[in-house]
């Protein structure tokens, strides 16, 4: 997902003003505060009220122990800039300079409540309960600091903190539910479920503990216990929309007409939460899919997206401004005049594309070869993209230490085959940065059918992000954007991205599993082939798809919704024609 944070971080400062903060943030993170705090305070001269600025003057301030400076400083960004929330950060720790532990307490407490991500002032708070002697509170921090961490997908760093409560307080549930989540996301899906049967031995009507034990049980395969979980999830609170949702989600189960009759009930409750009436929305529409019910059936799809698309704030210009930008800046030039940089390793194989475009089928058949596993939707890259300046502004030598940080941070996820793949599909986005990252890595573009890939998302329902999929008109924007990005980095950077088609997949598995693996650089095994036999946990909205032989069927789904597609192909415009050619559509 492309969301205002990414794609303001892969604007360059185009400003003279924009640059300078640069500059002064790099003297800073260096130690030369001296000369930031200097060049800060120049530049206020010219933007008095430039947030950055302030915030840069403070924190240098503090640092050069003018405290009593820094904490006017930080009343004047206050007043202008009231919801920063890293203001009340440096305040925090202009207090504990002062050794004002309760202030301290008070700042960090601001901080987060704006910004319950902010990582370092939870740790702090959790320090400064700890020393005053606030047990509880000290605890809360440091729950509230894992479930950022969990948030983030920093779960190695998750599982050692909830480790060490749980040492403290073996039977504490919060932890034990932290500690699940991070063994999840490290794959380590038979500790999760023991600790979620453990938890559920104590709370057997938990509807949240079954939802969550169906999941883990799904990703290792066990379909029969995950339906029994969903189910009794549904039986502990009948209108808890989620546990229907589950049970569509596994695509393969098919709802009852009792089922059927008490989802729609649930979801004409006036007092039904929104939540659960769109999760029920999305459930009813694949139950009347199944059906062949199109018409009932798309009625409640747009309902579903309609009612999601209202809590969620996707703005579709800054995506495109992006990928603007991106053009803009990635010119071969660019690329030319930044030959080798990076580290030389080939470990990830990167399979980026559009979600629900069959990526999971290609990470599927790339998992069953005997050099390569799988880890899942790794958010690395983006957190990278999040954390570090422009791409026009990294020196060469930032490109070999970003890389060097991505292998290190996946090394949690890996057991020591050669390869590894990172299906985060939204990559795409970073096509550019991966390269210089790392440019012997191996990067697979998977593409379907506009109308297919656009419908597939339309009534899919994600757990977080993807925010594009809730409209006709997002969607299909989004997929021309993808387009034109694509066929630019085919451009500048020519051959360095494998193209594989959903479609070509279905059509011809052997030809098109040979060209995959050899592009890869990987000897042919036929258990790549018969990757449904392949066992492996899987998270994603396909697991139960990829664990069969390839349908035809699937190809032309959307069909049965064609009278209803019709503004979605107006949308598309070029993009039905010219999916596959050099072509890119334009952007309006």
Same mark, same amino acid.
């Given at each position: 997902?492309?969301?205002?944070?990414? &794609?303001?971080?892969?604007?360059?400062?185009? #400003?003279?003003?924009?640059?300078?903060?640069? @500059?002064?943030?790099?003297?800073?993170?260096? *130690?030369?505060? @001296?000369?930031?705090?200097?060049a800060a305070e120049m530049l206020a001269a010219t933007a008095p009220g430039h947030r950055d600025v302030l915030y840069l003057i403070a924190a240098n301030q503090r640092c050069l122990n003018q405290v009593a400076a820094a904490l006017a400083t930080l009343l004047r960004l206050e007043q202008q800039h009231p919801?920063?929330?890293?203001?009340?950060?440096?305040?925090?720790?202009?207090?504990?300079?002062?050794?004002?532990?309760?202030?301290?307490?008070?700042?960090?407490?601001?901080?987060?409540?704006?910004?319950?991500?902010?990582?370092?002032?939870?740790?702090?708070?959790?320090?400064?309960?700890?020393?005053?002697?606030?047990?509880? $509170?000290?605890?809360?921090?440091?729950?509230? %600091?894992?479930?950022?961490?969990?948030?983030? !997908?920093?779960?190695? !760093?998750?599982?050692?903190?909830?480790?060490?409560?749980?040492?403290?307080?073996?039977?504490?549930?919060?932890?034990?539910?932290?500690?699940?989540?991070?063994?999840?996301?490290? *794959?380590?899906?038979?500790?999760?479920?023991?600790?979620?049967?453990?938890?559920?031995?104590?709370?057997?009507?938990?509807?949240?503990?079954?939802?969550?034990?169906?999941?883990?049980?799904?990703?290792?395969?066990?379909?029969?216990?995950?339906?029994?979980?969903?189910?009794?999830?549904?039986?502990?609170?009948?209108?808890?929309?989620?546990?229907?949702?589950?049970?569509?989600?596994?695509?393969?189960?098919?709802?009852?007409?009792?089922?059927?009759?008490?989802?729609?009930?649930?979801?004409?409750?006036?007092?039904?939460?929104?939540?659960?009436?769109? +999760?029920?929305?999305?459930?009813?529409?694949?139950? %009347?899919?199944?059906?062949?019910?199109?018409?009932?059936?798309?009625?409640?799809?747009?309902?579903?997206?309609?009612?999601?698309?209202?809590?969620?704030?996707?703005?579709?210009?800054?995506?495109?401004? $992006?990928?603007?930008?991106?053009?803009?800046?990635?010119?071969? !030039?660019?690329?030319?005049?930044?030959? *080798?940089?990076?580290?030389?390793?080939?470990?990830?194989?990167?399979?980026?594309g559009l979600p629900r475009s069959g990526s999971t089928l290609v990470e599927q058949i790339l998992a069953s070869h005997s050099e390569v596993e799988s880890t899942h939707e790794l958010a690395n890259i983006e957190h990278l993209v999040l954390e570090t300046q422009p791409l026009s502004g990294l020196a060469r030598?930032?490109?070999?230490?970003?890389?060097?940080?991505?292998?290190?941070?996946?090394?949690?996820?890996?057991?020591?085959?050669?390869?590894?793949?990172?299906?985060?599909?939204?990559?795409?986005? +970073?096509?550019?940065?991966?390269?210089?990252?790392?440019?012997? &890595?191996?990067?697979?573009?998977? /593409?379907?059918?506009?109308?297919?890939?656009?419908?597939?998302?339309?009534?899919?329902?994600?757990?977080?992000? !993807?925010? %594009?999929?809730?409209?006709?008109?997002?969607?299909?924007?989004?997929?021309?954007?993808?387009?034109?990005?694509?066929?630019?980095?085919?451009?500048?950077?020519?051959?360095?991205?494998?193209?594989?088609?959903?479609?070509?997949?279905?059509? $011809?598995?052997?030809?098109?599993?040979?060209?995959?693996? /050899?592009?890869?650089?990987?000897? %042919?095994?036929?258990?790549?082939?018969?990757?449904?036999?392949?066992?492996?946990?899987?998270?994603?909205?396909? #697991?139960?798809?990829?664990?069969?032989?390839?349908?035809?069927?699937?190809?032309?789904?959307?069909?049965?919704?064609? +009278?209803?597609?019709?503004?979605?192909?107006?949308?598309?415009?070029? &993009?039905?024609?010219?999916?596959? #050619?050099?072509?890119?559509?334009?952007? #309006?």
């Amino acid at each position: 997902m492309v969301d205002d944070r990414i &794609a303001m971080s892969s604007l360059p400062a185009s #400003s003279s003003i924009e640059r300078e903060v640069q @500059r002064i943030r790099e003297w800073s993170k260096r *130690g030369r505060h @001296r000369d930031a705090l200097n060049a800060a305070e120049m530049l206020a001269a010219t933007a008095p009220g430039h947030r950055d600025v302030l915030y840069l003057i403070a924190a240098n301030q503090r640092c050069l122990n003018q405290v009593a400076a820094a904490l006017a400083t930080l009343l004047r960004l206050e007043q202008q800039h009231p919801r920063f929330s890293l203001l009340y950060q440096e305040r925090g720790y202009c207090h504990m300079a002062l050794r004002d532990a309760r202030r301290a307490i008070d700042a960090f407490g601001q901080a987060v409540t704006i910004d319950p991500a902010l990582s370092a002032s939870w740790i702090m708070l959790e320090r400064l309960y700890r020393l005053t002697g606030d047990v509880q $509170n000290a605890r809360v921090a440091r729950l509230e %600091f894992v479930r950022v961490l969990i948030d983030r !997908q920093k779960y190695q !760093q998750a599982r050692e903190a909830t480790e060490a409560l749980l040492k403290q307080n073996p039977d504490d549930g919060d932890s034990l539910l932290l500690y699940a989540s991070a063994c999840t996301g490290l *794959g380590g899906h038979d500790r999760a479920i023991a600790v979620y049967r453990r938890l559920l031995a104590g709370a057997p009507d938990s509807p949240e503990l079954h939802i969550l034990l169906g999941h883990a049980v799904r990703a290792v395969g066990g379909q029969l216990e995950a339906v029994a979980s969903y189910h009794a999830a549904a039986d502990a609170r009948p209108s808890f929309g989620d546990a229907y949702w589950s049970l569509a989600n596994l695509k393969t189960y098919r709802f009852s007409h009792e089922e059927i009759a008490r989802m729609r009930a649930e979801e004409a409750t006036p007092a039904a939460r929104t939540v659960d009436r769109y +999760h029920l929305c999305f459930a009813l529409g694949k139950a %009347f899919e199944d059906q062949h019910e199109y018409a009932e059936s798309w009625r409640f799809y747009e309902r579903g997206n309609a009612l999601k698309r209202a809590e969620r704030r996707y703005r579709p210009e800054i995506a495109e401004a $992006n990928t603007r930008t991106q053009i803009e800046v990635c010119t071969p !030039q660019f690329f030319a005049d930044r030959t *080798g940089v990076g580290v030389p390793g080939k470990d990830p194989i990167f399979v980026v594309g559009l979600p629900r475009s069959g990526s999971t089928l290609v990470e599927q058949i790339l998992a069953s070869h005997s050099e390569v596993e799988s880890t899942h939707e790794l958010a690395n890259i983006e957190h990278l993209v999040l954390e570090t300046q422009p791409l026009s502004g990294l020196a060469r030598e930032d490109f070999r230490l970003l890389g060097e940080r991505y292998l290190a941070e996946t090394r949690a996820y890996r057991s020591g085959k050669p390869l590894f793949i990172d299906k985060m599909p939204n990559n795409f986005w +970073h096509i550019g940065l991966i390269h210089l990252m790392m440019p012997n &890595a191996t990067i697979i573009d998977v /593409r379907r059918e506009p109308m297919a890939c656009c419908f597939s998302n339309l009534k899919q329902l994600f757990a977080a992000g !993807q925010e %594009f999929t809730y409209s006709v008109d997002d969607i299909a924007r989004y997929y021309r954007m993808y387009l034109t990005l694509m066929r630019h980095w085919d451009a500048v950077l020519p051959g360095r991205v494998l193209h594989v088609w959903y479609e070509d997949i279905v059509e $011809n598995l052997d030809r098109e599993v040979r060209r995959i693996l /050899r592009f890869a650089g990987v000897e %042919f095994e036929p258990a790549c082939v018969d990757f449904y036999n392949t066992q492996r946990s899987i998270r994603t909205a396909s #697991s139960e798809q990829v664990r069969q032989p390839i349908f035809r069927e699937s190809l032309g789904e959307w069909r049965n919704y064609e +009278h209803w597609l019709g503004p979605l192909k107006d949308a598309l415009g070029d &993009a039905l024609l010219n999916y596959r #050619s050099e072509t890119p559509p334009s952007l #309006s």
